[in-house]
T-cell receptor, first 111, second 112 residues
């Protein structure tokens, strides 16, 4: 069964304190791994897609990396506006395009 | 460039009633997806359409749930005989090439 586990469940950082969020996954085959940001009361906002081990993508203070078993979302010098829940999802190989999501990591950045 | 829109944003209903939730995808996107998100959980897949046909409905929890996309654009998720356990945020997403899915703001359904 395809499964995604995110850790930690919640993370509190001081402004400027860099850290990483983890996404571990088990799939029979990986078509793609996705990171989304979700603010309270809003829908998930797309951040990155990663397709193969070794791939990295960056956007402002965020950098996503991928291995064969997990993905990391690195946050460098975070600001309070980076506070949100970060969701990881995998799209398994095969006919369906469905995404399998983890429960998310709730990030709080204090000023 | 409008994103995915969903109506209503909030729906309160009584147990046993019928509800319809609407999704307008990004213009030109051929694939449309429905997910359900409970508090503190990640979105859970329900069904997706490629054009007018349901390509995968394996996530629908039971036969009270049904979705249509008659003209390959707007989709409606229909829930019969609602139960309190159906309370959740229902999310819709669309995609152009079947990879990156762009989500709408969701409809919060509360069943009293």
């Amino acid at each position: 069964e395809d499964q995604v586990t995110q850790s930690p469940e919640a993370l509190r950082l001081q402004e400027g304190e860099s850290s990483s969020l983890n996404c571990s996954y088990t799939v029979s085959g990986l078509r793609g791994l996705f990171w989304y940001r979700q603010d309270p009361g809003k829908g998930p906002e797309f951040l990155f897609t990663l397709y193969s081990a070794g791939e990295e993508k960056e956007k402002e203070r965020l950098k996503a990396t991928l291995t064969k078993k997990e993905s990391f979302l690195h946050i460098t010098a975070p600001k309070p506006e980076d506070s949100a829940t970060y969701l990881c999802a995998v799209q398994p190989q095969g006919g369906s395009e469905k995404l399998v999501f983890g429960k998310g990591t709730k990030l709080t950045v204090n000023p | 460039g409008a994103g995915v829109s969903q109506t209503p944003s909030n729906k309160v209903t009584e147990k046993g009633k019928y509800v319809e939730l609407r999704c307008d995808p990004i213009s030109g996107h051929t694939a449309l997806y429905w997910y359900r998100q409970s508090l503190g959980q990640g979105p859970e897949f329900l069904i997706y359409f490629q054009g007018t046909g349901a390509a995968d409905d394996s996530g629908l929890p039971n036969d009270r749930f049904f979705a249509v996309r008659p003209e390959g654009s707007v989709s409606t998720l229909k829930i019969q005989r609602t139960e309190r356990g159906d309370s959740a945020v229902y999310l819709c997403a669309s995609s152009l090439y079947g990879d990156t899915q762009y989500f709408g703001p969701g409809t919060r359904l509360t069943v009293l």
